[in-house]
C-alpha cells in the first residue's frame, strides 16, 4: 500500500476543494436516494466528504474505507454520520460489502489504480447499478509559468511515476479519466466528466515546494543519471516561487457515471 501522510492530505485539500466540478458533484448527490449510504473508497481524512457535505446535501450515512487507520481516526466531517471501515481495497474481492450502499465515490484515487482493479470495481458497482462519482484522478497535464527548458524532461519522467505500482498492479496514473469512462460506458452508464485542474498561484509558497520536491524526486528515482539536470531545474523553480513569481496548474478530471434507466445493464 502507498502511504500518505496526514500533512500532505491538509496541504492539497483547499487545491483539491476549489478545483472540483460542483455542478458534477451536485448531480451524483442527486442521483442518490432519501437518506443514502454513500461509500467513499479510500477517504484518507475525510476531505470527500467534507467537500460534499459542504455542497448543502439532505442527511446521508458516509462510509469511509481506507486501509489507513490513522487516518481514518482523524478523520473530521463535523455532524456527518460516518462508519469507518479498515479495509484493504487491494484484495481480489476489493474488500468491500456493496450490499447496504447507494452510492460510490473516491477523490484522489483513480489513478492509484490499475486497469484490472478498475475493471473488477466497475463489474461489481454496475452489477448493483450504483452511482459512482470519482473525483480528482490526474490527467497528466502539468503547466508551468514561466516555461523551463526542463519541464518536458520533468514531466516525462514525472508521468513515468505516475505509472508507478501502488499495491494495486501497474497504476492507471493520466490515463486513469479515459478507462473510467470507457469502462463505465461499456455497462450503458452515462459518463460526464469536468476538468478540476489544481491552480497553484504566485503566493503559495508551500504547495509550489511541496510540488517541486515531488517533481523533482519522482523524476530523479526514474532516471537517476539526469539527477544533475533535475537539480538545477528544481534550483530554478525554487528561486522563482521565493521571489513569487511561478504559477503551475496540474490537470484533473471528475467523472461522474450514472447508471443506465430502465431495467437490464448491457
Ligand atoms: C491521495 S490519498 C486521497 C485521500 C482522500 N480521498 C483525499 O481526497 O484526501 C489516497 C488514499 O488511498 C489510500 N490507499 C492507498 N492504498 C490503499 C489500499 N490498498 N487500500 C485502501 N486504501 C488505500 C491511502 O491510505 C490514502 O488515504
Redo the contacts with the bound molecule.
Keep these: 500500500?502507498?502511504?500518505?501522510a496526514e500533512t500532505w492530505?491538509r496541504l492539497?485539500?483547499p487545491y483539491?476543494h476549489a478545483a472540483r466540478s460542483a455542478p458534477l458533484a451536485r448531480r451524483f448527490l442527486a442521483a442518490l436516494p432519501a437518506l443514502p449510504c454513500v461509500l467513499?473508497?479510500?477517504?484518507?481524512?475525510?476531505?470527500?466528504v467534507r467537500y460534499l457535505a459542504s455542497l448543502g446535501m439532505h442527511p446521508a450515512n458516509w462510509v469511509l474505507?481506507?486501509?489507513?487507520r490513522t487516518?481514518l481516526a482523524s478523520a473530521d466531517v463535523g455532524t456527518a454520520r460516518v462508519e469507518r471501515w479498515a479495509?484493504?481495497?487491494?484484495r481480489p474481492d476489493l474488500?468491500l460489502d456493496l450490499s447496504r450502499i447507494d452510492g460510490v465515490t473516491?477523490?484522489?484515487?483513480g489513478d492509484?489504480v490499475s486497469a484490472a482493479w478498475l475493471a473488477r470495481f466497475a463489474r461489481r458497482v454496475a452489477r448493483r447499478r450504483l452511482p459512482v462519482f470519482m473525483a480528482?484522478s490526474v490527467d497528466g497535464r502539468a503547466m508551468w509559468t514561466p516555461e523551463d527548458a526542463d519541464d518536458l524532461l520533468v514531466q516525462r519522467l514525472f508521468r513515468r511515476d505516475q505509472s508507478r505500482d501502488?499495491?494495486?498492479g501497474p497504476a492507471l496514473g493520466g490515463g486513469a479519466p479515459w478507462r473510467l469512462a470507457s469502462l463505465f460506458r461499456g455497462y450503458g452508464y452515462r459518463v460526464h466528466m469536468g476538468c478540476s485542474d489544481w491552480r497553484i498561484g504566485p503566493q503559495d509558497r508551500t504547495m509550489h515546494d511541496r510540488m517541486i520536491d515531488g517533481f523533482a524526486a519522482a523524476a530523479t528515482a526514474a532516471a537517476p543519471e539526469a539527477r544533475n539536470t533535475i537539480a538545477g531545474w528544481s534550483d530554478r523553480r525554487r528561486a522563482q516561487a521565493a521571489d513569487g513569481l511561478l504559477r503551475l496548474s496540474v490537470g484533473h478530471r471528475d467523472c461522474l457515471a450514472l447508471p443506465p434507466l430502465g431495467s437490464s445493464l448491457r
Design positions: 500500500m502507498e502511504a500518505f492530505l492539497r485539500e483539491d467513499d473508497l479510500a477517504a484518507g481524512a475525510g476531505s470527500n474505507a481506507d486501509a489507513d487516518l479495509v484493504d481495497l487491494a474488500g473516491a477523490a484522489a484515487f492509484l480528482l501502488k499495491g494495486f
